[in-house]
């Protein structure tokens, strides 16, 4: 005699899913978020803005301009690289350096930057960056720590409220269902 799907069982199947989802998660989120650490506090440790000195600059020519288009996801943002000529003053001295920069700002004769110059080398000079190693290094770390607790958040949901896990497992089903 055949036996009959009953909302219970379905509903115990969904439940089941979902904590096996959860599994899934508390892997792949451990290893994601031991890597971003990882990365994260090599960051950290090889900063370099110490060794840099931070100096008002202005772009004196632009010896050459190359432009092409990346694509990031759906859009297209078009990326300079140049070689510019930049004039810049350091220790009472006034100095031109070519530099070569790749960015999606178009720049400008007689625009003034902010330059980096190497406290030990002066003619080692590159743009300010927009964000150091320490800061990038610290939202890695706390991407890490936020996809960690996210993670056994999520496996604790499903295995303490059963109706979560069903809820879960119901999503999947119908994400899987929806590639097909």
Known sequence: MAETITGTKIYSGLADLGQFKAYIYIILGTIVSIIMLGVGIMYIYKDDSNDYTSV??????????????????????KINKCSLLVAYKYEEK??????????SKFFIEQEPVKL???KNDS???????????????L?????????F?????????????????AFSGLGT??????LF
């Open 56 to 77: 008002d600059g202005t772009i004196k020519k632009v010896v050459e301009c190359k432009s092409y288009e990346n694509n990031y996801g759906d859009k297209k943002i």
């Open 94 to 103: 006034d100095i031109e350096k070519q530099i070569f920069v790749e960015s």
């Open 116 to 118: 980096m110059i190497k």
């Open 123 to 137: 003619s080692n000079v590159k743009l300010d960056d927009a964000l150091s190693m320490k800061t990038t290094g």
């Open 139 to 147: 939202l890695l770390i706390f991407g890490g720590v936020t996809c």
């Open 149 to 165: 607790l996210l993670c056994w958040l999520y496996y604790y949901l499903t295995h303490r409220f059963e109706v979560f896990s």
């Open 173 to 178: 089903g119908l994400g899987l269902l929806r």
